[in-house]
């Protein structure tokens, strides 16, 4: 059974930092794409930032230079680094790994910025 499990979240004051993990269970990581998304309250939930096999980064306009997204194949784990965390970043973050037709998803790990 696949398993992505996130890591790293919590409590951080605005202007903070914080360095989300995922550890992946699966058998060939280094093929999939992996995935950051994050979903507020009443919100749908958006793509923050993408890793290809290769090491192709994607991130929204909006977010460029405050997160970066890297990955360690040997350790099949995904990171999220984030800085200048503002208020308006508080959500859950779910961790996503995707090959062809296959999905899955982590159970989400929430972040908070707030004094």
């Known amino acids: 059974q696949v398993q992505l499990v996130e890591s790293g979240g919590g409590l951080v004051q605005p202007g903070g930092s914080l360095r989300l993990s995922c550890a992946a269970s699966?058998?060939?990581?280094?093929?999939?794409?992996m995935g950051w998304y994050r979903q507020a309250p009443g919100k749908q939930r958006e793509l923050v930032a993408s890793?290809?096999?290769?090491?192709?980064?994607d991130y929204p306009d909006s977010l460029k230079g405050e997160f970066t997204i890297s990955r360690d194949n040997a350790k099949n784990t995904v990171y999220l680094q984030m800085i200048s965390l503002k208020p308006e970043d508080t959500a859950v973050y779910y961790c996503?790994?995707?090959?062809?037709?296959?999905?899955?998803w982590g159970q989400g790990t929430q972040v908070t910025v707030s004094s």
């Open positions: 996503h790994a995707k090959l062809s037709f296959l999905s899955y």
């Open positions: 890793i290809t096999p290769g090491g192709t980064t």
């Open positions: 699966l058998d060939h990581f280094s093929p999939y794409t």
